[in-house]
């Protein structure tokens, strides 16, 4: 069969469920081949994989590739460099000697090692090992395996132990893990800066003063940044060298698995970064040029000097795939966020970086159809092994389809997590004095999602706390954040501004916007600083490479202002349940008074964003009859507010149509200030602080901002 043929038959394939999609968006229609050209090529891989060695076995090779420990203390080491004309492992353990592979079929090498005469292991722990190559052009490179599992820095150059602890040291999971959250609520956190101390915070004191603090607040899933390997501190994560070792830099892969383990018996979720779309460019202890050969794992593009995977190649599918196994066995991780998704989608890597309504953007030659197979893959064998597993896309493009499932011709990940929202927020801020704010422009910024595909959202990104950018804070209060948030001294009218906004930001964020909801560590209270990891620029300084948690502790400044209303929309939602309820139903977005008022999950949510005006006996319409009290006001003074609004004061509902609403109340909405209200005939009894239950969901309307579902 030639290639026109063999294409034709690809976009003829047959994909279970496509109806579906072109039900949810008939526009997707105008691109049925492309949409079937990339199943074909996922199901084909699946198939062949299955056929030869089956999903199961293959996505286990961690236990297969590298240095491992049989049953009998004898050791089997396997690796694939089909360039190489021979190849030694040597080490500590043989006083540096060469000891030769065996060459295998389809460029394998494997050796064993038997036990000693004792029946002990001959490699023991923590020896220090190397791999030597023998290229065809006669080199002997020096290598580490690209299926390490732990690497330590030595001399501003990462060494490789082999981990081998004894049984009484290895860490077995004693808590069950939580059930598959239905609603996310994500502390992102980066382990290193985990502290207020100018040092690298550790697995273990993240594990003893970290957690504590993100249970408090009423997150209940921790998504852990650069874990894999990298070959400097300050690559936050992002040029990953040795994608089966938990970075050192932090403490032990026990240490880690005691992190893990120790949050899932506060009921926290656990998730981590993988980097599956590059890799460094580095040689001698990273994957490029393995065997001597620039081809191996990787195309021939690079991004900033990055190389990008070659996912036709079936021992790179086994890598990244077995990869996420061992975490997912080794670790007991929960999930994963595949960073930088929108590198893989696309044959041009630069070009699709902002969501468009033009689907000829998404579509046709410029996709990159075997990266989103492998994508595919990934999703296929994660939730068939683990049904409670979270997958999550970080995608800017927004590229349709990214969270459906397989069956409907979807890449199958559960929630798409994107910049589109802070940026918005930041261009409002940029743009627009207070008295300017669109209210359309907002709305649209907060629902235009794409249609029944979960979206976990931000009001503020990781980007923006680093070096050259601008948090909320950062933006609102510039140097006052730095003299003015003692509550010893009198309110600056830009702290007011600044608190007020923040608040009310992140709330319509967490509110409206999305089914999940994401925070970068130390935002919660509006960390002052900006994140610069130690390097060579900054004469490896470690004054803002850390979290400063005593601002927010401190009874005596206005941090704490910040951190309480975070904890207490967090629990909030945890009664309420608002991120799995349908879409909110936005009833006002007035111009004029600067006024949003919407409905999600039985609560009313009105926003008055004008900087000065408040609005006494200010209708709103309401959905259902009854009584309804304030249960959360941003103005409170517990939230450095000013106290305006009588908390304890009921509003009785009012008949007839306001706002396309069957019902109205009037109330009192001061200026810049945000309230939650609920009908008091479904508020719980006994409730804690500002929290509510769920009373049920709303009903199917085409004023939603964003489509419901069935998920």
Known sequence: MNSFDQNNDLERWGVPAIESTFNIDPKLRNFEKDIRRRYAIYEKARNAINDAEGLDNFSRCYKEFGVNVLPNNGIICREWAPNATAMYLKGTFNNWEDWSYEAKPYGKWEMYIPPTSEGSCRINHLSELLIVIETKKGEKLERVSPWAKYMVEENNALKWKFWNPPRRDVVLPTNRRPKKPTRLRIYEAHIGIASNRCEVTTYRQFTEEVLPRIRELGYNCVMLMAIQETPQYSDMGRNVTNFFAPSSRFGSPEDLKQLINTAHGMGITVMMDVEHGQ??????????????????????????????????????????????????????????????????????????????????????????????????????????????????????????????????????????????????????????????????????????????????????????????????????????????????????????????????????????????YVNFIGNEFGHPDHVELPSIENNWNRDLARRRFELCDDEQLRYKYLWRFDKSVNHLEEKYNWLSARPGFVSRKDETDKVFVFERANLIFLFNFHPTKSYPGYRVGVDKAGSYKIILDSDEKYFGGHGRVETSVEFPTKTGSFDNRSNSVLVYLPSRTAIVMANTSTQPTGYYNYNVADSGTIQTTTSYGRVPCHW
Not at 402 to 419: A, H, I, T, V
Request: charged share 25%; aromatic share 12%.
């Open 279 to 516: 890799a460094s460019d580095h040689a001698r202890f990273g994957l490029n040029m393995f065997d001597g050969s620039a081809e191996g794992y990787f195309h021939d593009r690079k991004t900033h000097g990055n190389r990008h995977f070659d996912y036709t190649k079936w021992e790179v599918l086994r890598f990244l795939i077995s990869n996420l196994r061992y975490f997912m066995d080794e670790f007991n991780m929960d999930g994963f966020r595949f960073n930088d998704v929108t590198t893989m989608l696309y044959q041009d890597r630069s070009k699709h970086g902002q969501p468009s309504d033009d689907y000829r953007q998404y579509f046709g030659i410029q996709m990159d159809v075997e990266s989103m197979a492998y994508l595919m893959l990934a999703n296929d064998m994660l939730h068939n092994f683990y049904p409670h597993v979270l997958t999550v896309a970080e995608d800017n493009s927004e590229m349709p389809g990214m969270c459906r499932p397989l069956r409907e011709g979807g890449l199958g990940f559960d929630y798409r997590l994107g910049n589109a929202v802070p940026n918005k927020w930041m261009k409002l801020l940029n743009e627009n004095r207070d008295e300017d704010w669109n209210m359309g422009f907002i709305f649209h910024a907060m629902t235009s999602q794409r249609k029944c595909e979960k979206a976990i959202v931000m009001a503020e990104s990781r980007d923006q706390s680093m070096k050259g950018n601008e948090t909320l804070v950062s933006k609102l209060m510039r140097h006052e954040m730095y003299e003015n948030m003692s509550d010893n001294k009198p309110m600056s009218h830009g702290i007011d501004r600044g608190l007020s906004l923040h608040k009310m930001i992140r709330l319509m964020t967490h509110t409206l916007a999305g089914d999940g």
